[in-house]
């Protein structure tokens, strides 16, 4: 125990600013209001207030921040997509993320680790080289190895996987990285705390008012608000907000499940990922095996877990990794994924005057926490969807202008 | 384990089922904006779906009425329920 801590504990009035204040009033009207306080909620505050100078916003989260999809993920950042809209847009992001320790002043644990998507298969090696290529042309490291660097790299995985999905070689991202989820969350908050954002806690939006095909407002569990524009970024509730507005979207909900593991001693430097195998995994800071797979087999509203998911993950993890037949699932959950048919967002400007969305992130949004926030509020601030996001635009699929992002999914679906 | 009624042997591990998804009757000689809306739109938030689901070991489709909510399974459909007839 430090000293500072002692002395502390021993104090009769512990007068260390909390890292979010007491909850107010909400206020009568705000110039934005913000749906959702997970990573991208709080981003897009921060960069709202930062670099547009838009402080009278209020963020409204029903449950408390980050305790949604944000603390949820497996916290896997890297940019190697399968198109050009989804490299270009991914690695922003990734650059962002970067340098997001020293801009909070908050250390979000950014670990680089190095990203293997392995492949057991000839049509898999396809899209590695296919991948590798695209990223190589927008400047991405990115590439195409073979099961002797893997070798090299992974030296406790059996590349033979048990001998009846031999791993043929895999697409390496050296800027693969896992971040302390919640981190970025409270990081965001708190900048966009200290520029003037509110923040409210347990509120729950409960309609959304329009007037003439625009919005004039939301409802709350805590009384009306009048807003003249409003921001929805809520993940895995998003049909339940579209539907105030009888907006109607592609997006389906399946719940996606993930587990960690007792903690070990670090052993493990690399991210693995098998699409073939629907698994991936990573070693946390504290030595716990974060471990993931597909989304559940059927539509469903909830976050229950379920023993499926963890027998059939360790079904395949224990094919690539035999010794992990020792370890003890220490803790296992699951989040609402929002998915898109394509495997792409849904971001921008929406036919509601003053609605915007930033949805459809199924299982790919915490790596683009950063660039969504900064791309939505510069969206908002202006009233034109920014042009990186411009691929994602909502109308895409009534322009039959879809991403085509499923080959670039960390696992198959 | 998660298991479903199978309507034609009963409770069976969830495993042993392929998920369709949800019951639904095309548009016929629509514009290509209700066309869009037939292919990619969906019933997003909770409600209870009528949706197609498959079970491998018997190859027995079969229609359901599920909240998505709560996980229940509210009625078994007969097939001839949601049949429509394609116009020559």
Redesign the interface.
């Known amino acids: 125990m430090s000293w500072k801590l002692l002395k502390y504990g021993f104090k009769r009035s512990h007068d260390e600013p909390r890292f979010f204040p007491e909850p107010k009033e909400l206020k009568s009207h705000y110039d934005v209001v913000i749906i959702g306080g997970g990573g991208h909620g709080m981003a897009c505050a921060y960069y709202l207030a930062k670099e547009h100078g838009i402080t009278n916003v209020a963020v409204l989260e029903q449950g408390y921040i980050g305790g949604g999809n944000t603390g949820r993920n497996t916290t896997i950042v890297r940019s190697n997509y399968l198109t050009p809209e989804g490299v270009k847009f991914y690695d922003t992001s990734v650059k962002l993320f970067e340098d997001l320790s020293d801009e909070f002043d908050l250390n979000i644990f950014y670990s680089t680790r190095g990203h293997f998507t392995l492949a057991h298969t000839d049509s898999a090696m396809r899209t590695m080289r296919w991948r590798a290529e695209v990223n190589k042309h927008y400047g991405i490291d990115s590439e195409v190895v073979g099961r002797d660097e893997i070798g090299k790299a992974v030296p406790y995985m059996d590349l033979e996987c048990a001998g009846h999905t031999p791993v043929m070689g895999a697409l390496y991202h050296a800027p693969g990285s896992v971040a302390r989820h919640d981190a970025v969350a409270w990081g965001y908050a708190r900048g966009a705390y200290n520029r003037g954002v509110e923040i409210h806690q347990r509120t729950r939006v409960t309609d959304i008012r329009t007037r003439d095909g625009r919005v004039i407002g939301v409802d709350t569990d805590r009384g009306a608000i009048s807003c003249g524009k409003v921001i929805s970024m809520v993940a895995g509730s ?3 907000i ?2 105030m507005l009888n907006l ?6 399946f719940p996606l499940q993930a587990c960690v593991s007792e903690p070990v001693k670090p052993f493990m430097d690399t991210i693995v990922v098998s699409g073939s195998l629907h698994v991936y995994v990573s070693q946390s800071s504290r030595g716990e095996m974060v471990m993931g797979a597909s989304v559940d ?6 976050t ?1 877990s ?3 998911f963890v ?2 993950l360790a079904d395949q993890m224990v094919d690539l990794f035999p010794f992990m037949s020792r370890l003890k699932v220490m803790r296992q959950w699951a989040g609402m994924s ?1 998915m898109t ?1 394509d495997f792409a967002p849904i971001m921008g400007k929406t036919p509601i005057e003053g609605f915007y969305l930033d949805a459809g992130w199924g299982t790919w949004g915490f790596k683009a926490t950063p660039v969504s926030g900064k791309t939505m509020a510069w969206t908002a601030a202006n009233d034109q969807t920014h042009e990186l996001i411009e691929p994602f635009r909502y109308s895409r ?4 202008d879809l991403v085509g992002e499923k080959g670039a999914a960390s696992v198959g679906h | 384990m998660k298991l479903l009624d199978c309507p034609l042997i009963g409770r069976r591990p969830i495993s042993e089922f392929d998920y369709v998804g949800e019951v639904r009757k095309p548009p016929v000689d629509c514009d290509t904006a209700t066309w869009a809306a037939f292919v990619f739109n969906r019933q997003g938030a909770p409600s209870v779906l009528r949706e197609r689901w498959y079970h491998r070991p018997t190859g027995y489709w079969f229609i359901l009425d599920r909240d998505t909510l709560t996980d229940e399974v509210k009625a078994i459909v007969d097939a001839r329920e949601v049949r429509y007839d394609i116009p020559a």
């Not at chain 1, 109607?248 to 909900?253: D, L, S």
């Not at chain 1, 087999?297 to 909830?302: A, D, E, R, T």
């Open positions: 998003t049909p339940r579209t539907e109607p979207t592609p997006i389906e909900i087999p059927s539509v469903l509203h909830s229950r379920s023993f499926d027998e059939g929002d048919p699929f009534a322009d039959f």
